[in-house]
C-alpha cells in the first residue's frame, strides 16, 4: 500500500501532464477483447474483481457470459448475477460451472431443493472438478436431511482425494452419533483415510489424517478394542492441533489394558501442551490416578495437587483474557495478538502449539459461529483499508488538480504553441528538401523515419491545441468528480466503521461465553482433583486407624 | 427464541456487510478508473501482460520486469494465480508511461519446467514507442523435450 502511495505522489505530475494531453481514456475503455477477457478471468480468480469492473463490456469469447456473471457476483449483484448465470447454463459453455454457482447460491440463500437441483445439473453438465464439487455438495445436502445411505452413494462417485475424504469423515460422523455399534462409523473412517492419502497436497493430507486417526481411536476406544485405539492413535503426528487429546486416549487405552507407567508417559507428553488443548487438564488428573492405581499414593497426592495448582494459574489466565477482551476487544487479543512475531525464529516452529494465546484462538475457532464472527470483522477491516486508500488517492490528485488549476495562465500557453508550430513548419520544410537529396537507400530510410516522427508531433500538436480550448471546464470537471468522489468515500467509511463496530461487539460476546465455558471447565477439572485428594486422604487415614488398630 | 433472534440479527447484518460490499466495490472502480485516466495519459502509456500458452510445460514462480535497464516491477506468483494463468487468464504486470521512440523491455524468467529443472532465463525485447497506447503481451512457452522457456511477444495497439 505505500509503494503505491509513494507512487502517486511520484506521478502527480503525470496528473498535470495528463490535463495538458488532455483527459484519457480509462484503460477499460481502451483494452482490446482478448487481452481484456484474459485480464478479467485473472483477477477474478485473485480476488481483484474491483479493478476490473470497467472491464465487462470488452469480455468477448466463449467464456464472455460466465466471466461477466463473476464479475456480477463478485460486486455483491446477487439477483443479476443469478440471472447470468441461468442465461450461461441455458447456453453452450461454461453449463458445469454456472450450475455448481447456482447451487451455492441457492445453498447459501437456505434453499435446498433448488441446491440439489442444480448440483443435478453441475454434476451431468460439468466435468473434472466441477464433478467433484457437485458430487460433495450433494452428499452434504443429503447428509444434512439425515440420508446417510444416499450420501454414501454420491460419495462412492467421487474420485479418491482430499474432498472425498472430509465427505467421508462427516459420514462417519453421522454414523458414530447415530449407531450403538462403532463398525460403521470405522469403516467411513478407513475409506476417509484412504482417500486422503491420495491428495497431493501433503501437508492437507497429514493434518486430515491426523484428524481421522484420532476419530478411529476415539471410537475403538469405545468399543473397548485397545489394541486398534492404540494402532490408530500412535499415526497421529507430535506436532499437530490433534497431539495432545491423541495422547491422553493414547495414555487411556493403555491404561485400561493395566499398562499404567506407559499411559503415565504418555499424559506427562500430554501435560506439557497449553491446558486450552482438549484432553490436557484430563491427562494431569490422569497422572496422578496412574501413580495412584501404581501403588504409589504419596507421588499420587502430589501430582493431584501439580494439577490443581495448573487449573488455578489457568482461572487466572483466563480471567486476564476475559479483560483483554472487554479492553481491547476479542479481534485484537485473539487474532491479531496471537500472530505477533516478536519470537525469534528458530522458535517459530513450536509457538503454535505452545503458546495459550494461539492454543485459545484455535479452540475458539472450533466454535459454531466463530469463524463467521472472525471473518465479518476482518473483511469489514479490509474494506475500511482499501477505502482509506482511496482516500489517501483522492487527496492528492486534488491538491494536485488545485495547484493546477490556480497556477493555469491562459496566455503563456498560447504564445508557446505558436512558436512550436512555427517551428514545425520549418523542420517539415528541411525535411522535404533533405529527401529530395537523398543519395543512398539508407539514407532515404532514415529520412523517411524521421518524416513519420514529425508527422506524429505535427498531429499531437494540433489534438493539444483543440484541448487547451476545453481545458479548464475538463480540468473543473475532473475536479469537481474527484470531490464528489472524496466525499463519497467518507460517506461509505462512516458506514463501514459503524457495521464494524456492530461485528465486534457480536464476536466480542461470542469470545466471552467461550472464555466463561473455559473457565467453567477449569473450575470442574478442579473439582475433580480435590475430589481425588479427599478421596486419598480418607484412604490413607483409614490406612493409619487400620494399623492403629493392629 | 433467543437463539432464533441471534441468527436473524447476524443474518441481517451479513446483508448490510453485502449491500456494503457491493458499494465499495462499485465506489473503487470509479476511484481506479479516474486514477488510470489521470496517472496513466493516453498517449504515454505502457502496459506489459504476461499470460502462458502451455499450462503444463512450467511451474512460474516469479517474472522481473526492466523497462530500458531500469527495475519497474517483481512478481512471486501463488498457486492461485498460476492455476489462472494456466486457465488462460493474463496478468498486467505493469503500466506506465514511456516518451516516443525506441526502448527496451527485459523479462527474467524464474520457473520450473516439467522435467523438474528449474530455469532461470533473461528475455530482451526492443520495441518502439508511438503516439497511442501500447499493450504488450508476453506469452510464455515450454515444448518438450527440453521444455526450455520461450517467450513471443505481441504488440496490441
Redesign the interface.
Known sequence: MNGRMSLLFRNSLGVVAAMLAGVAAPVANAMDNPLATGVVRFALDTGEAATVSGLAAKLEGESADYLQARLLLASGQDDKARAGFEGVFNGASHRGDAALALAEMAQEDGDLTGAENWYQQARRAGYGEVVQKALLGLAELARMQGKSDAAGQYLARMEDGYWAAVGYMNLAADFARDDLDSSRALVSLRVAMAMAAKDADSNRSQALLDQLNLRAGYLALGSDDYDKAIDFLEKVSLESYYTPQALYLHGLALSRKGNHRAAMQSWHRAKKFPLAFPGVSDAWIGMGRGYDLSGYPGQAGESWLAANAAYEGERVTLGKLSERIKADGAYKTLVQDARSDDIQWFLADSRTLTQPRMAYLLRFMEEPGAQTAVRRVARLDEMVATLDASKYNLQVFIQALEGFVRSADSRAPASQTAAVEQQQRELETRLDRLVEQAATPAQAAELRQLKQSLAAAGRRMSALNQQVVHRPERLETVLEEARAMRDATNGLRRETLSLRARAARELDALALAFVETQTRRMTHALDKTEQQIAHLYEYLALENLGEGAQ | MAAMAATS??SS??E??????????????????????????????V?V?L?LANRQALELDSVELFVNEQPVTAHLY?E??R???G??????LF?G?LA?GKHSLKAVINARAANNRFVRREIVHDFRK??G?L?L?MTLNAKAPDYEPEVSFVE?K
Do not use: C, M, Y
Open positions: 440479527h447476524s447484518l451479513d448490510q456487510i453485502e449491500r456494503l460490499n457491493a458499494d465499495i466495490t462499485r465506489h473503487t472502480a470509479s476511484v481506479h478508473a479516474l486514477e488510470q485516466k489521470l496517472l496513466h495519459p493516453v498517449n504515454t502509456r502496459a501482460f499470460s501463488t492461485n494465480e492455476n489462472s494463468l486457465q488462460g487468464g493474463v496478468h498486467q503500466i508511461n516516443d508511438q503516439p497506447t499493450r503481451q496490441w
